[in-house]
């Protein structure tokens, strides 16, 4: 769910942007021994009452009543918890910390539906081995299948799309060649979203076509919708998946046999649906003593934002709920999953949230569990996971109580096994404080994660904009910025952006900073350096208007004493021309003072 808006806060949609660099773990290649004595167990179907279930080299060994624990095998005692396979997370956009704030909640692995696809790589070597690790495994759809213009392509990163339905078989070659594990489309013209500029899709031919095309290559078409007369669309198509629960309203019966006859199964995101209807689902989780200390700031600020949208939209919720309660009541498959990566959502914690509102939309919390462990894992194919079973991947949570007479349980985490191994739960540093200095303009001859291109994608505009690496005025490096705004938009701009966190839009106190200096050349043309802080997107940015010619000059923006900046929390400073035409410009020696 990526809703185009006309407002400065979408750029905080451009989260797919960041973090491509992930670092290494330390090795070791099979986990702990442990056994789990005397523990309630949900083997990813049904809950077993006081089983000991034993670890070994990563793998778990042996699940039984009475089992024999091998001499110099520690032993922790469960009686009083439960032991749950680890959580899969079955809609997710994994960037940055995602994975390590997935595992620390328990979540063990995430099915992502858009991310960068240049991280898919590392992550598949890293799932299908058992080393330790802090982060959870990751499946990605890398880049998803949607229209020129249409949902996807407004965050600054320049993505193919599919507009004719002939260019399908070697579309989705390509997007499989990149490492994709399923293919994610796109069919949502933006109408569900009462007052907002509608938006290109995918034509139903081409939508078809590459579902096909994903078929003849025997990958899941997974399909993100909005409204149930695309969701009709697309199950007659011959979708395999819908995610998102359609809410613009309650479907029909019809529907809902229909997705039943044919074994598709949902992903209803009730977490992300919330947030659309304004729900405060995110700040009530965050407010959850059994959540709160396992929250890293960003986490915290992520799940009480909000989509800027109208009321209309409050209806979506009860709505979505109702849609799922038909679905279940049907015998649907569902699987949960949150959109973390959204507003009022986070990786990992939210899976808790998204848990309980299943419970609420008529799932009883043993189907609820299901949906997070072996459904999932059974739909997409993971063998090796969602279950607690012998000859199995020792992903494990176990957790205070009973989750089957109370799903909040989940919340109430004892202790997370990945590949064996126990993690270490901490919430992990803050953002690191971006402070006076230089500030980092490429790495490995790319421009550094911290930076993007931004343009008014966001809300429905057709400026581009394109980073590339360049000379500086001594010889050093510079990042050159080229493209055309395009009138259309609200307010048409097109450029690039800095995040000072570790991921975009962020907040990282920058408290001890005075001013930011830097170096612009350009065509002439003036360009709009944007401030964005404070406590949400919301608030207005600072402005301050850059003079640019052929020489490269020094510019000096005062951040402490502009108006509408709060250095607490500064989120993304941006430089973009506004005026239509091509323009072209390049930055250099950036620096905090
Ligand atoms: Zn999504």
Redesign the pocket.
Known sequence: ??IPQPTWLSVLMLVVLSGAAVAAEPGGDDGDDVAIRDVRVFDGERMLPATTVLVRDGLIAAVGPKLAIPAGVPVIEGTGGTLLPGLIDA???SYGEARRDALRFGVTTELD??TDHRLIAEARKEREGRARTDRADLWSAGTLVTAKGGHGTQFGLAIPTLDDPAQAEGFVRDRLGEGSDYLKLVVDDGAAYVGRPRTPTLSDASMRAAIDAAHRRKKLAIV?VAQVGDARKVVDAGADSL??IYSDRVADEALVAEIKRRDIFVTP?LS?MATLSRAGEGAKLAADPRIAPMLRPAQKDALGQTFPLPKELDQHLPNALENVRRLHAAGVTLLAGT?A??PGTTHGASQHAELALLVQAGLSPVEALRAATSAPAQRFGLSDRGRIAPGLRADLVLVEGDPSADITATRAIRTVWKNGYAVARVAGKAAPRVGVGAVELLREGQPAPNWAATTDQLIGGHSKSKLAVGQGRDGGPAIEVAGEVVAGAPSPWAGIILFPGVEPMAATDTSGVRELVLRVRGDGRPLTLLVFSGADMNGRPGVQRVETGSDWREVSVPLASLPNVDLTRLRGVSLAASAPGPFAFAVEAVELR
């Open positions: 769910m990526k809609h997710t956009h539906m858009f993100h995610i998102h995101t992300v959109d990566g959204n």
